[in-house]
């Protein structure tokens, strides 16, 4: 799994551990484990980090394409609702 979205993940409370499947050969998988109220603090915080992607993009064109700067506000006001 990505780095930095288990690192999210841990930042929403998630517990991320190891699980044993009864395969052949057995596996181990990693896991993800979020309660309701933990799922909606992810949420959120992937979508301020594409943000923060989205205006960093926008910085570094110097704002001359407002198209970041339009998806940027459009990606906060779909998911606030």
């Known amino acids: 799994m990505n780095e930095r979205i288990k690192e999210l993940a841990r930042r929403a409370g998630a517990h991320i551990g190891t699980r044993n ?3 052949n ?3 181990q998988v990693e896991t993800v484990e979020l309660w309701d109220d933990q799922i909606e603090k992810f949420a959120e915080l992937v979508v301020d980090e594409c943000c923060a992607k989205l ?3 926008h910085e570094r064109t110097n704002g001359s ?3 970041y700067g339009h ?3 459009e990606l906060k006001r779909h998911f606030r609702k």
């Open 21 to 23: 499947l009864m395969s």
């Open 25 to 27: 050969p057995p596996q």
């Open 55 to 57: 205006l960093e993009m």
């Open 65 to 67: 394409h407002n198209y």
């Open 71 to 73: 998806a940027l506000i």
